[in-house]
């Protein structure tokens, strides 16, 4: 299972990535979370204890690295560097594990609006095509708003493109970009996750303005989220609500994935 998981900045795609990490670990599959968030805090909100999420660093500010392996130093723009370079040993080599989910953090590059011809996003890239060729078998992208680090070489192995909103008009909105993003590269299959739904009203909202976008489940507002962040320990323990929300998509995808 092979999942990129997007949204607006703040809606809860990382609480929604560690959920299912931790779903899919705690029922002994072999899971490797992405954050590939330029701020990454997948870590925290998987409960990685300190001592682990120190040794975590994104990729993209690997400056030696991505020298090392593209043949020419990160921050420059046009000239010549190997734009598939050697990533297989990242994956190891730069994570950490914890309750069997295994992290890597790749970073981000800005891209500039119409792409970034540069060192950093040529090891993104290829990083990205190489964790979705490999045989893990629970794959998880944190990504951002956008779908920059997949392609058209690569959307056969996403199983799906998760994009978490809001209850409201703008994050829906978001929701319909990110869709155009998705199909413009032949990613075709989507589904919708509504975070911070406070009521019936708000959970009967998403399903009715839904951006044609079937709907995968819905994550009750809960203030626990944010108390989870703050004693520094998994939303997958200390929210039931929502892992059991999370564990009836896990079930959803799954079926999904046999149809």
């Not at 999942?3 to 899971?31: F, N």
């Not at 490999?134 to 990504?143: A, S, Y």
Request: hydrophobic share 45%.
């Amino acid at each position: 299972m092979k999942l990129a998981i997007s949204g607006k900045g703040g809606v809860g795609k990382t609480t929604l990535a560690a959920l299912l990490a931790q779903v899919y670990a705690d029922e002994g599959r072999q899971v490797l979370a992405a954050d590939a968030d330029p701020s990454p805090c997948l870590a925290g909100a998987l409960g990685f204890p300190d001592e682990l999420r120190a040794k975590l660093r994104p990729i993209a500010e690997m400056d030696a690295l991505i020298e090392e392996r593209t043949g020419a130093k990160p921050g420059t723009v046009g000239g010549f560097f190997t734009i598939n370079p050697r990533v297989d040993d990242i994956p190891e080599r730069f994570s950490v594990v914890n309750r069997n989910v295994r992290l890597l953090e790749m970073g981000a590059v800005d891209l500039g609006g119409s792409g970034c011809i540069c060192p950093e996003s040529a090891m993104l890239k290829t990083l990205v095509t190489h964790l979705l060729f490999r045989k893990d078998d629970i794959l998880i992208l944190d990504m951002y708003a956008g779908v920059e680090h997949l392609g058209r070489a690569t959307v056969d192995f996403v199983d799906a493109l998760v994009i978490v909103v809001e209850p409201t008009r703008r994050s829906l909105g978001t929701a319909v970009q990110i869709k155009q993003l998705a199909n413009d590269i032949g990613l075709k299959r989507l589904w919708l996750v509504g975070n911070k739904v406070r009521n019936q009203d708000e959970a009967d909202f998403l399903r009715a303005e839904t951006p044609g976008i079937p709907v995968l489940g819905m994550l009750p507002a809960d203030m626990a989220v944010q108390e989870a962040d703050r004693l520094g320990i998994a939303v997958y323990d200390h929210v039931p609500a929502l892992r059991e929300s999370a564990q009836a998509m896990a079930a959803l995808l799954a079926e999904e994935r046999e149809a």
